[in-house]
């Protein structure tokens, strides 16, 4: 925090009855200074102080002990594996929503060399999150559907947005599937938007340009050209993904409650989903 997205996810927890731990990380170049959160709707309002990046070991100290705790991880692509191995480090359970980084080093951080209690997923919206399950399946029951088919993806977000959307990503590999293993699309053939104009011409408000939009479309083309279909998911705000964001936190506490500290696993939405912690 202060991030949007952080700042979002900690309303949204206020929201569902939970409390704010005291202190938070925020970037290596704010003070050590106390906000204030409040969730707009029930104004529900809680304060809490900065801790800077740079400090992040001083955290444990200032929480005493992190019991109860499940950390929420909103920040740049480039922490994403340094604050993993934090968390591992000091046994903290966490939510991660933060696209980029290394992915295949989280992935051994929080698995090795045993699991460690997190939920770590590309898009946090539970809607979105179905979609991309009924992808999965298609791509499962139904292989090679679309062979032939030529794949084009525009994606649009805020311009502090630094990496490709994680979603986009993980729809590509379920959409390639169906394509069969003739489809050729990369990752850098997605156009990614991160200018107000073309932002504004592919359909984002202008009051959504920075105050934070998840605009996609993915189209598909048959060979002749005489078929087209597109798959659209357009987002304005950070609410949606708070609201799921907090949902992973109540259900991770809750496997971290039942099952003890003992052990570990590695969730992601689609459990949150099947567990109907929503």
Request: with cysteine; net charge negative; hydrophobic share 35%.
């Amino acid at each position: 925090m202060p991030g949007p997205m952080a700042t979002a996810a900690a309303e949204a927890c206020l929201r569902k009855g939970m409390d704010l731990a005291p202190f938070c990380l925020t970037g290596p170049d704010i003070e050590e200074t106390e906000i204030e959160i409040t969730d707009p709707d029930t104004k529900r309002s809680q304060k809490v102080t900065l801790v800077p990046s740079t400090k992040i070991g001083s955290l444990v100290d200032k929480l005493g002990g992190v019991e109860g705790t499940v950390a929420i991880d909103y920040t740049h692509p480039s922490a994403v594996n340094g604050n993993g191995e934090f968390y591992v480090k000091n046994r903290i359970p966490f939510v991660m929503g933060t696209t980029g980084g290394d992915r295949d080093l989280l992935m051994k951080t929080v698995t090795s060399p045993s699991p460690h209690y997190c939920v770590i997923a590309p898009n946090m919206g539970k809607q979105i999150v179905a979609m991309q399950n009924a992808l999965e399946f298609l791509q499962t029951q139904f292989p090679a559907s679309f062979e032939g088919y030529t794949l084009k993806i525009t994606e649009s977000h805020q311009k502090k947005k630094a990496d490709t959307s994680g979603t986009a990503l993980a729809v590509i590999d379920s959409i390639k599937g169906m394509v069969g293993p003739k489809c050729t699309f990369q990752q850098d053939e997605i156009n990614m938007l991160r200018d107000d104009a073309s932002s504004k011409d592919f359909g984002v408000p202008t009051e959504y340009l920075e105050a934070g939009h998840a605009f996609h479309t993915y189209t598909l083309t048959s060979p002749d050209g005489s078929v087209e279909f597109e798959l659209k998911h357009n987002v304005c705000g950070r609410r949606v993904y708070a609201e799921g964001t907090a949902d992973a936190v109540k259900f991770l506490a809750k496997q971290v409650e039942e099952k003890g500290d003992g052990g570990g696993k590695v969730f992601n939405m689609i459990d949150v989903l099947e567990a109907g912690a929503l």
